[in-house]
Every structure is written in C-alpha cells, then in structure tokens.
C-alpha cells in the first residue's frame, strides 16, 4: 500500500475524465492512495511520479505541448528520472520516435522506439472494438479504436505487448506504456493497473 502518489493526466484533449476516473478506481481497488489531476502547466510536471497522455489529435497535442513548454518540461522528466508515462491513441503517437507521414511536422517526445502510423485502421467511420491477447493478460481485453494509430517498426528496448492482424497495438519501453486503443473507454482496469505496477515498481 502506498499513500500520496501524485498522477498527472495531461488535459489538452480527448477522454480526459475517463483517464481520471480509471485511474482513480484502480488506486482505491488495490488500497493505494493519491491525487490524480489534471496537468495544468509545466510546473506540474515536476511534482508527479507519473503521466497519463488521453487520445485526441496528434497533431494538436503536440503544437500545444511545444508552445506551453510542457513538451521541454516532460522532455527533462523523462531523460532525468525515466517518469513512468501511458500514452492512448494519439497519446501513443507523441511519445513515438517516428512517424511514417510527417507532414505536419508533428513534434514527437521520442520517448519509445517506435515508428508509428496514425490513423492507421481507417477513418472515424471506420472505428471498431475487438478482443485482443495482450502479454501477461491472462483473458483478452476488449480494445476500443478510435481512428486508431498502429505501430508500424520498434527498435531497442522496446517489447511488443499486443499486436492485431500485423499491426502492433501495444508496447513497453522501460516504464513508458503506448496503446493505440482506448482503455479508458471500458470497464475493464487491467491496462490502468499494468501501469500502477510500473509506477510503484519505480517508487519503490
Ligand atoms: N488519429 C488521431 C491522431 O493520430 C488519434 C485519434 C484518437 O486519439 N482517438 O491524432
């Protein structure tokens, strides 16, 4: 049991609620305490011992991210103490190191070794659920996706978590977690909880 963890759940766009509430289901589930917020600017950076990046446009997060100074302010946490981080959807696409279209010269936090591809599954219209194996996960999980991105090549550290038709949905490096589905969108907390294991393995 561990008292006072202090979560950020960065509030830009997308399932942000959802992201708070999960979160906080799991911490009362497993009897750990803390605060779960929303990151507000980059001095909240440097108080949390880990960061939750919702869904939304890739793109858009990360024009906010660089003009807000979160971008630097994350940047620093992850090279100076590897602060745990989830990213969903396009969460996923910002911590990625390449993108196989940059048009928009999106802004990547290079957290991951990976190289994604947004909107890989299609458009909105497009969106589906579907059971999938993840490793480690004794049951499949029923994965929501949302113009979902897939991981297109991974590298280095980087471990392959789930993978659907080909394409990798889920991966590992170190304490950072990219999904490139919605766990926030179901009731199902295995995915907030495979993260509060890395966040108090790292506390610990
Ligand atoms: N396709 C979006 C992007 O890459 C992500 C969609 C989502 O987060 N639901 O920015």
Redesign the pocket.
Known sequence: MVNGLTIGVIGIQ?AVSEHLTSMRKILEETNNSGEVFIVRNKDDIKKIDALIF??????I?SRILFKSGLYSAISKRLKEDNLPIIG????C?ILASEMTDNKKDVKLLSAIDMNVK??AFGRQKDSFEKYIDIKGFSKPYNAVF????SIEKVWGNCEILAEIDNKIVMVKQEKILAVSF?PELTEDLRIHKYFLDIILENIS
């Open positions: 997308g919702p869904g939304g446009e890739s793109t997060i969903t959807c396009a969460g696409v947004r909107n949302i113009r979902a991105p919605h």
